[in-house]
Protein backbone atom coordinates (compact mmCIF):
# COMPACT_ATOMS: atom_id res chain seq x y z
CA UNK A 1 0.00 0.00 0.00
CA UNK A 2 1.34 3.23 -1.18
CA UNK A 3 0.68 6.96 1.45
CA UNK A 4 0.33 9.55 -0.11
CA UNK A 5 3.07 12.25 1.55
CA UNK A 6 1.18 15.45 2.38
CA UNK A 7 2.16 18.38 -0.01
CA UNK A 8 2.07 20.82 2.82
CA UNK A 9 4.49 21.07 5.35
CA UNK A 10 4.19 23.36 8.57
CA UNK A 11 6.45 26.39 8.09
CA UNK A 12 7.29 26.23 12.00
CA UNK A 13 7.55 22.96 12.88
CA UNK A 14 7.99 23.81 16.72
CA UNK A 15 5.09 21.98 18.41
CA UNK A 16 6.73 21.42 21.88
CA UNK A 17 5.29 22.03 25.11
CA UNK A 18 8.05 23.35 26.65
CA UNK A 19 10.20 25.58 25.97
CA UNK A 20 7.96 26.05 23.08
CA UNK A 21 7.87 28.00 19.69
CA UNK A 22 9.09 31.51 19.56
CA UNK A 23 6.55 34.38 18.73
CA UNK A 24 6.26 35.34 14.77
CA UNK A 25 8.75 36.18 12.65
CA UNK A 26 11.92 36.07 15.84
CA UNK A 27 14.78 36.21 14.57
CA UNK A 28 18.29 36.49 16.85
CA UNK A 29 18.09 40.20 15.96
CA UNK A 30 15.74 40.41 18.63
CA UNK A 31 18.12 40.03 21.49
CA UNK A 32 20.18 43.14 19.90
CA UNK A 33 19.39 45.97 22.45
CA UNK A 34 20.04 43.15 25.71
CA UNK A 35 22.17 44.54 28.58
CA UNK A 36 25.38 42.46 28.14
CA UNK A 37 28.26 42.69 30.08
CA UNK A 38 26.38 44.63 33.00
CA UNK A 39 25.50 43.96 36.01
CA UNK A 40 21.91 42.91 36.61
CA UNK A 41 21.91 45.93 39.22
CA UNK A 42 23.21 48.26 37.76
CA UNK A 43 20.13 51.54 36.30
CA UNK A 44 20.11 49.74 32.47
CA UNK A 45 19.74 45.84 34.54
CA UNK A 46 16.91 47.38 37.02
CA UNK A 47 15.81 49.16 34.02
CA UNK A 48 14.90 46.04 31.61
CA UNK A 49 13.73 43.26 34.30
CA UNK A 50 11.24 46.28 35.97
CA UNK A 51 10.17 46.66 32.08
CA UNK A 52 9.47 43.20 31.78
CA UNK A 53 7.62 42.73 35.32
CA UNK A 54 5.82 45.95 33.81
CA UNK A 55 4.76 44.57 30.17
CA UNK A 56 3.73 41.18 31.99
CA UNK A 57 1.59 43.39 34.22
CA UNK A 58 -0.26 44.95 31.28
CA UNK A 59 -0.45 42.22 29.17
CA UNK A 60 -1.92 39.59 31.50
CA UNK A 61 -4.10 42.40 33.43
CA UNK A 62 -2.66 41.54 36.64
CA UNK A 63 -4.27 44.42 39.02
CA UNK A 64 -2.45 46.47 40.58
CA UNK A 65 -2.40 46.08 44.27
CA UNK A 66 -0.61 42.05 43.03
CA UNK A 67 3.14 42.25 43.45
CA UNK A 68 5.24 40.51 40.25
CA UNK A 69 8.57 38.85 40.74
CA UNK A 70 11.34 37.20 38.47
CA UNK A 71 12.67 34.63 40.30
CA UNK A 72 15.06 31.64 39.93
CA UNK A 73 14.07 28.03 38.61
CA UNK A 74 11.47 28.86 36.13
CA UNK A 75 7.75 27.84 37.49
CA UNK A 76 8.79 25.04 39.56
CA UNK A 77 11.52 27.65 41.23
CA UNK A 78 8.16 30.21 41.81
CA UNK A 79 5.80 27.50 43.05
CA UNK A 80 8.32 26.04 45.45
CA UNK A 81 8.66 29.66 46.69
CA UNK A 82 5.48 29.96 47.38
CA UNK A 83 4.98 26.32 49.24
CA UNK A 84 7.80 26.57 51.50
CA UNK A 85 7.45 30.26 52.62
CA UNK A 86 3.44 30.24 53.07
CA UNK A 87 2.60 27.31 53.65
CA UNK A 88 1.97 25.60 57.13
CA UNK A 89 -0.22 28.43 58.65
CA UNK A 90 -3.45 26.59 57.84
CA UNK A 91 -4.58 23.37 56.66
CA UNK A 92 -4.08 22.93 52.75
CA UNK A 93 -6.38 21.29 49.96
CA UNK A 94 -3.97 19.48 47.58
CA UNK A 95 -5.46 19.23 43.87
CA UNK A 96 -4.00 16.79 41.61
CA UNK A 97 -4.79 15.00 38.17
CA UNK A 98 -1.46 15.16 36.42
CA UNK A 99 2.20 14.78 37.02
CA UNK A 100 3.14 18.42 38.06
CA UNK A 101 0.31 18.73 40.76
CA UNK A 102 1.26 14.83 41.76
CA UNK A 103 4.78 17.04 42.16
CA UNK A 104 3.62 19.40 44.49
CA UNK A 105 1.50 17.33 46.59
CA UNK A 106 5.07 14.85 46.89
CA UNK A 107 6.57 18.27 48.55
CA UNK A 108 3.88 19.30 50.54
CA UNK A 109 3.39 15.32 52.01
CA UNK A 110 6.57 14.21 52.24
CA UNK A 111 8.97 16.99 51.97
CA UNK A 112 7.28 19.35 53.98
CA UNK A 113 5.56 16.77 56.14
CA UNK A 114 2.13 18.64 56.64
CA UNK A 115 -0.12 16.39 58.53
CA UNK A 116 -3.11 18.64 58.03
CA UNK A 117 -3.03 18.34 54.04
CA UNK A 118 -6.22 16.74 52.37
CA UNK A 119 -5.49 15.51 48.82
CA UNK A 120 -7.87 14.89 46.38
CA UNK A 121 -6.99 13.46 43.34
CA UNK A 122 -8.25 12.41 39.68
CA UNK A 123 -6.45 9.99 36.84
CA UNK A 124 -5.43 11.70 33.53
CA UNK A 125 -8.30 12.70 31.61
CA UNK A 126 -10.23 14.31 34.49
CA UNK A 127 -10.53 16.84 37.01
CA UNK A 128 -10.95 16.10 41.26
CA UNK A 129 -14.18 17.02 42.52
CA UNK A 130 -13.55 20.87 43.06
CA UNK A 131 -16.78 20.99 45.09
CA UNK A 132 -17.11 21.86 48.63
CA UNK A 133 -13.70 22.84 49.39
CA UNK A 134 -13.33 24.66 52.71
CA UNK A 135 -12.64 28.08 52.56
CA UNK A 136 -10.48 28.31 55.84
CA UNK A 137 -7.84 25.81 53.95
CA UNK A 138 -5.43 26.65 51.93
CA UNK A 139 -5.52 25.07 48.26
CA UNK A 140 -2.81 24.26 45.60
CA UNK A 141 -3.70 23.76 42.01
CA UNK A 142 -2.49 23.46 38.56
CA UNK A 143 -4.53 26.04 36.13
CA UNK A 144 -4.08 23.76 33.17
CA UNK A 145 -2.55 20.54 33.46
CA UNK A 146 0.09 20.56 31.07
CA UNK A 147 0.58 16.51 31.30
CA UNK A 148 -3.10 15.60 30.70
CA UNK A 149 -4.81 18.92 28.53
CA UNK A 150 -7.27 19.10 31.46
CA UNK A 151 -8.00 22.28 32.90
CA UNK A 152 -10.18 24.08 35.34
CA UNK A 153 -13.05 25.76 33.82
CA UNK A 154 -13.34 28.71 35.48
CA UNK A 155 -12.17 29.59 39.54
CA UNK A 156 -15.98 30.07 40.39
CA UNK A 157 -15.30 26.91 42.76
CA UNK A 158 -12.79 29.17 45.34
CA UNK A 159 -14.75 31.10 47.70
CA UNK A 160 -14.57 35.14 47.55
CA UNK A 161 -14.59 35.32 50.79
CA UNK A 162 -11.85 32.65 51.75
CA UNK A 163 -9.56 33.14 54.71
CA UNK A 164 -6.94 30.47 52.98
CA UNK A 165 -5.04 31.16 49.98
CA UNK A 166 -5.50 30.16 46.36
CA UNK A 167 -1.75 28.92 44.93
CA UNK A 168 -2.08 28.38 41.34
CA UNK A 169 0.69 27.22 38.90
CA UNK A 170 -0.51 28.91 35.89
CA UNK A 171 2.24 28.13 33.56
CA UNK A 172 0.27 26.39 30.69
CA UNK A 173 -2.41 28.72 31.03
CA UNK A 174 -1.10 32.10 31.26
CA UNK A 175 -1.66 33.99 27.97
CA UNK A 176 -3.77 31.88 26.90
CA UNK A 177 -6.45 31.32 29.16
CA UNK A 178 -8.47 33.90 31.16
CA UNK A 179 -7.14 33.74 34.85
CA UNK A 180 -9.95 35.06 37.72
CA UNK A 181 -7.13 37.46 39.56
CA UNK A 182 -9.71 38.37 42.60
CA UNK A 183 -9.83 34.54 43.52
CA UNK A 184 -6.04 33.53 43.29
CA UNK A 185 -3.53 34.81 45.83
CA UNK A 186 -0.47 32.88 44.15
CA UNK A 187 0.23 32.75 40.70
CA UNK A 188 3.45 31.51 39.16
CA UNK A 189 4.61 31.00 35.29
CA UNK A 190 7.72 30.29 33.26
CA UNK A 191 8.85 32.41 30.19
CA UNK A 192 9.43 29.63 27.67
CA UNK A 193 5.56 28.33 28.06
CA UNK A 194 3.98 31.26 27.94
CA UNK A 195 5.06 32.75 24.98
CA UNK A 196 7.87 30.72 24.15
CA UNK A 197 10.66 32.63 25.89
CA UNK A 198 14.00 30.93 27.14
CA UNK A 199 14.17 28.85 29.85
CA UNK A 200 15.40 28.92 33.71
CA UNK A 201 13.46 32.36 34.93
CA UNK A 202 9.96 32.18 36.95
CA UNK A 203 7.50 34.40 37.79
CA UNK A 204 5.41 34.82 41.22
CA UNK A 205 2.25 37.12 41.24
CA UNK A 206 1.19 37.89 44.75
CA UNK A 207 -2.10 39.10 46.02
CA UNK A 208 -2.04 41.76 49.00
CA UNK A 209 -3.49 38.68 51.13
CA UNK A 210 -0.15 36.81 50.30
CA UNK A 211 1.97 39.17 50.89
CA UNK A 212 -0.03 39.45 54.55
CA UNK A 213 0.63 35.87 54.78
CA UNK A 214 4.24 36.06 54.24
CA UNK A 215 4.76 38.66 56.87
CA UNK A 216 2.37 37.33 59.99
CA UNK A 217 3.48 33.80 59.28
CA UNK A 218 7.02 32.44 59.82
CA UNK A 219 7.77 28.68 58.77
CA UNK A 220 9.01 25.73 61.31
CA UNK A 221 11.34 24.98 58.77
CA UNK A 222 14.65 26.62 57.34
CA UNK A 223 13.95 28.80 54.03
CA UNK A 224 16.84 28.73 51.30
CA UNK A 225 18.02 31.78 50.33
CA UNK A 226 16.82 31.70 46.96
CA UNK A 227 12.90 31.06 48.29
CA UNK A 228 13.49 34.15 51.18
CA UNK A 229 10.74 36.76 50.17
CA UNK A 230 10.66 38.60 53.59
CA UNK A 231 13.32 39.94 55.91
CA UNK A 232 12.76 41.07 59.99
CA UNK A 233 9.07 40.40 59.18
CA UNK A 234 8.80 42.40 55.96
CA UNK A 235 8.28 41.83 52.36
CA UNK A 236 11.75 42.49 50.14
CA UNK A 237 9.84 44.95 47.99
CA UNK A 238 13.12 44.97 45.84
CA UNK A 239 12.28 41.94 44.40
CA UNK A 240 8.77 42.84 43.04
CA UNK A 241 10.77 45.81 41.42
CA UNK A 242 13.76 44.04 39.69
CA UNK A 243 16.10 43.32 42.20
CA UNK A 244 16.37 39.67 41.84
CA UNK A 245 16.72 37.29 44.00
CA UNK A 246 19.85 36.02 41.67
CA UNK A 247 21.45 37.01 39.10
CA UNK A 248 19.22 36.24 35.90
CA UNK A 249 20.61 36.07 32.28
CA UNK A 250 19.92 39.53 30.96
CA UNK A 251 19.58 38.04 27.46
CA UNK A 252 16.50 36.14 28.47
CA UNK A 253 15.21 38.71 29.96
CA UNK A 254 15.44 40.95 26.42
CA UNK A 255 14.06 37.74 25.17
CA UNK A 256 10.87 37.78 27.47
CA UNK A 257 10.49 41.45 27.05
CA UNK A 258 10.31 41.02 23.17
CA UNK A 259 7.89 38.05 23.50
CA UNK A 260 6.13 40.73 25.38
CA UNK A 261 6.02 43.74 23.12
CA UNK A 262 4.53 41.51 20.35
CA UNK A 263 2.03 40.29 22.24
CA UNK A 264 1.38 43.91 22.88
CA UNK A 265 1.74 44.87 19.36
CA UNK A 266 -1.10 42.55 18.02
CA UNK A 267 -3.69 43.34 21.04
CA UNK A 268 -2.57 42.13 24.10
CA UNK A 269 -4.70 38.75 25.93
CA UNK A 270 -7.48 38.98 24.11
CA UNK A 271 -5.76 38.51 20.80
CA UNK A 272 -3.13 36.04 22.82
CA UNK A 273 -6.48 34.16 23.79
CA UNK A 274 -8.20 33.96 20.48
CA UNK A 275 -5.11 32.73 18.80
CA UNK A 276 -4.74 29.47 21.14
CA UNK A 277 -8.30 28.98 20.79
CA UNK A 278 -7.96 28.85 17.19
CA UNK A 279 -5.40 26.23 16.89
CA UNK A 280 -6.91 24.04 19.56
CA UNK A 281 -10.36 24.33 17.56
CA UNK A 282 -8.10 22.94 14.46
CA UNK A 283 -7.06 20.26 15.98
CA UNK A 284 -10.36 19.42 17.27
CA UNK A 285 -11.75 19.57 13.88
CA UNK A 286 -9.75 17.09 12.92
CA UNK A 287 -10.04 14.89 15.62
CA UNK A 288 -14.10 15.32 14.81
CA UNK A 289 -13.40 14.01 11.28
CA UNK A 290 -10.50 11.38 11.96
CA UNK A 291 -11.55 8.16 14.06
CA UNK A 292 -8.55 7.17 15.17
CA UNK A 293 -7.59 10.17 17.38
CA UNK A 294 -9.15 11.51 19.85
CA UNK A 295 -9.14 13.83 22.95
CA UNK A 296 -7.49 12.39 26.84
CA UNK A 297 -9.81 14.79 28.16
CA UNK A 298 -13.17 13.17 27.54
CA UNK A 299 -15.36 16.80 28.62
CA UNK A 300 -14.96 19.30 26.21
CA UNK A 301 -15.50 22.02 28.92
CA UNK A 302 -12.07 21.03 30.34
CA UNK A 303 -9.73 20.74 27.22
CA UNK A 304 -6.71 22.83 27.24
CA UNK A 305 -6.17 24.89 24.60
CA UNK A 306 -2.49 24.81 25.14
CA UNK A 307 -1.32 22.03 26.03
CA UNK A 308 -3.58 19.89 23.65
CA UNK A 309 -3.54 15.83 24.75
CA UNK A 310 -4.86 13.13 22.20
CA UNK A 311 -5.04 9.40 22.73
CA UNK A 312 -5.06 6.79 19.79
CA UNK A 313 -8.53 4.78 20.43
CA UNK A 314 -8.12 2.54 17.49
CA UNK A 315 -8.65 -1.03 18.36
CA UNK A 316 -6.04 -2.51 17.04
CA UNK A 317 -3.18 -0.36 18.75
CA UNK A 318 -5.60 -0.19 22.10
CA UNK A 319 -5.99 -3.84 22.26
CA UNK A 320 -1.68 -3.83 22.67
CA UNK A 321 0.38 -4.32 26.04
CA UNK A 322 0.95 -0.29 27.55
CA UNK A 323 4.60 -0.68 26.76
CA UNK A 324 3.27 -1.87 22.57
CA UNK A 325 1.34 1.08 22.49
CA UNK A 326 3.69 3.58 23.69
CA UNK A 327 6.01 2.20 21.29
CA UNK A 328 3.38 2.90 18.82
CA UNK A 329 2.75 6.53 19.30
CA UNK A 330 6.24 7.11 19.87
CA UNK A 331 6.83 6.06 16.00
CA UNK A 332 4.47 8.48 14.99
CA UNK A 333 6.30 11.22 17.00
CA UNK A 334 9.44 10.04 15.59
CA UNK A 335 8.43 9.83 11.84
CA UNK A 336 7.18 13.59 11.82
CA UNK A 337 9.99 14.76 13.40
CA UNK A 338 12.64 12.62 11.19
CA UNK A 339 10.49 14.68 8.03
CA UNK A 340 11.03 17.91 10.16
CA UNK A 341 7.03 18.37 10.55
CA UNK A 342 6.71 18.46 13.98
CA UNK A 343 9.23 18.11 16.99
CA UNK A 344 8.45 16.54 20.13
CA UNK A 345 5.08 15.84 20.17
CA UNK A 346 5.02 12.43 22.09
CA UNK A 347 3.12 12.30 25.23
CA UNK A 348 5.23 13.33 28.39
CA UNK A 349 7.00 10.37 30.21
CA UNK A 350 4.67 10.20 33.27
CA UNK A 351 1.27 10.60 30.94
CA UNK A 352 -0.38 7.88 28.95
CA UNK A 353 0.58 7.16 25.56
CA UNK A 354 -0.26 9.64 23.78
CA UNK A 355 0.10 12.89 21.37
CA UNK A 356 0.69 16.33 22.97
CA UNK A 357 0.49 19.32 20.52
CA UNK A 358 1.16 22.94 21.72
CA UNK A 359 -1.15 25.46 20.83
CA UNK A 360 -0.47 28.59 22.41
CA UNK A 361 -0.48 31.88 21.06
CA UNK A 362 3.36 31.55 19.89
CA UNK A 363 1.64 28.73 17.19
CA UNK A 364 0.63 29.72 14.02
CA UNK A 365 -3.03 27.84 12.84
CA UNK A 366 -2.28 27.39 9.41
CA UNK A 367 1.01 25.42 10.91
CA UNK A 368 -1.55 23.65 12.88
CA UNK A 369 -4.04 22.94 9.49
CA UNK A 370 -1.04 21.58 7.97
CA UNK A 371 0.30 19.44 10.56
CA UNK A 372 -2.90 17.19 10.95
CA UNK A 373 -3.13 15.79 7.29
CA UNK A 374 1.24 14.78 8.56
CA UNK A 375 -0.76 13.38 11.31
CA UNK A 376 -2.67 10.78 9.36
CA UNK A 377 -0.11 9.78 7.25
CA UNK A 378 2.63 9.09 9.86
CA UNK A 379 -0.31 6.92 11.59
CA UNK A 380 -1.10 5.15 8.85
CA UNK A 381 2.88 4.57 8.17
CA UNK A 382 2.51 2.79 11.68
CA UNK A 383 -0.18 0.93 11.59
CA UNK A 384 0.84 -0.52 8.16
CA UNK A 385 3.90 -1.78 9.88
CA UNK A 386 1.77 -2.55 12.92
CA UNK A 387 -0.02 -4.89 10.43
CA UNK A 388 2.84 -6.45 8.55
CA UNK A 389 3.04 -10.32 9.27
CA UNK A 390 5.64 -11.22 12.20
Not at 130 to 152: A, K, M
Not at 166 to 178: K, L, R, V
Not at 294 to 321: E, Y
Amino acid sequence: MTIATPAVRPLVPHFSSGPCAKRPGWTPQALERAVLGRSHRSKAGKAKLKRAIDLTREVLQVPAAYRIGIVPASDTGAVEMALWSMLGARPVTMLAWESFGAGWVNDVAKELQLKDATVRRAPYGALPDLSGLDPGHDVVFTWNGTTSGVRVPNAHWIAAARTGLAICDATSAAFAQMLDWPKLDVVTFSWQKALGGEAAHGMLILSPRAVARLESYTPPWPIPKIFRMTKAGKLIEGVFAGETINTPSMLCVEDYIDALEWAKSIGGLPVLRARADGNARAIADWVARTPWIDFLAADPALRSNTSVCLKVVDPAVTRLAADAQAAFVKGIAAALEQEGVAYDIDAYRDAPPGLRIWCGSTVETRDVEALTPWLDWAYAKAKEKLLQPA
